[in-house]
C-alpha cells in the first residue's frame, strides 16, 4: 500500500528555512518519482518541485532560488529546503507520488 | 508555464442533479502519445487532493462512475451525475504535461 506522510516544524520565523520530511513506504524512491505542492490557506495548489527516480531534481522557477529537494533512499525519504520564508510561505506542504497519491500534508506557519 | 482556468467558481447543486465543471489550458495538453494529461481532483475540507479523473477521461481507483471527464486538447469538463452530499468540496483541474505542474483555481460544490 503506497503511503506518503509529511513532516516538519509548524512554525517559522521570517528569513529563516524550512525543512520538510516526505518519508514513503509502498515504493522504491529509484522506481518513481516524488513531487512536492504546497497550497496557501484558502488558496489553490502551487507545484513546487521534483525529485526524479533517478535522482534528477526540477523546481518552480518562481522558487528555484530558494528551494532544494534532497533524497535518502536507504530510509524511503525525501527532504525539502526553502530558505528565506516570508508569511505568504504559509500554508499545507504536500508530497506526492506521482498523480495518484498525496500526503496528508503538514501546515507551515511563517509568523514571529 | 501553461495556465489552467476553471469555471465556474462555485456551483450549487441539488442533491440527485447533475453538475459539469470547466477547464481551459493555454496550451495543448494532447502528448504525442495520444495521451491527454489533463487531471480532475476533489478537495474536501481539512483533507488533501483525491485523484478522480486522470488522463483526461479515466477513472481513478475507487471513485464512483458518477464521474466521468472528457475533452479536446485544451478544453475539458468534469461532470458529476447524481450529486450526492460527499460529493461537496473543492474540485481543481490540473495539467501534468509539463514541469512545472498547474492547477485551476478551484470550483466550490455546494448542496442546494
Known amino acids: 500500500q503506497v503511503q506518503l506522510t509529511e513532516s516538519g516544524p509548524g512554525l517559522v520565523h521570517p528569513s529563516e528555512t524550512l525543512s520538510l520530511t516526505c518519508t514513503v513506504s509502498g515504493f522504491s524512491l529509484t522506481g518513481y518519482s516524488v513531487y512536492w505542492v504546497r497550497q496557501p490557506s484558502g488558496k489553490g495548489l502551487e507545484w513546487m518541485g521534483r525529485m526524479r527516480y533517478n535522482g534528477d531534481t526540477s523546481y518552480n522557477s518562481a522558487l528555484k532560488s530558494r528551494l532544494s529537494i534532497s533524497r535518502d533512499t536507504s530510509k524511503n525519504q525525501v527532504f525539502l529546503k526553502m530558505n528565506s520564508l516570508q508569511t505568504d510561505d504559509t500554508g499545507t506542504y504536500y508530497c506526492t507520488g506521482g498523480s495518484h497519491y498525496w500526503g496528508q500534508g503538514v501546515m507551515v506557519t511563517v509568523s514571529s | 508555464d501553461i495556465v489552467m482556468t476553471q469555471a465556474p467558481l462555485s456551483v450549487s447543486v441539488t442533491p440527485g442533479e447533475s453538475a459539469s465543471i470547466s477547464c481551459r489550458s493555454s496550451?495543448?495538453?494532447?502528448?504525442?502519445?495520444?495521451?491527454?494529461?489533463v487531471y480532475w481532483y476533489l478537495q474536501k475540507p481539512g483533507k488533501s487532493p483525491q485523484l478522480l479523473i486522470y488522463r483526461m477521461s479515466n477513472l481513478a481507483s475507487g471513485v464512483p462512475d458518477r464521474f466521468s471527464g472528457s475533452g479536446s486538447e485544451t478544453d475539458f469538463t468534469l461532470k458529476i451525475s447524481r450529486v450526492e452530499a460527499e460529493d461537496v468540496g473543492i474540485y481543481y483541474c490540473g495539467q501534468l504535461l509539463e514541469n512545472p505542474w498547474t492547477f485551476g483555481g478551484g470550483t466550490k460544490l455546494e448542496l442546494k
Open positions: 496550451k495543448s495538453l494532447l502528448h504525442s502519445n495520444g495521451i491527454t494529461y
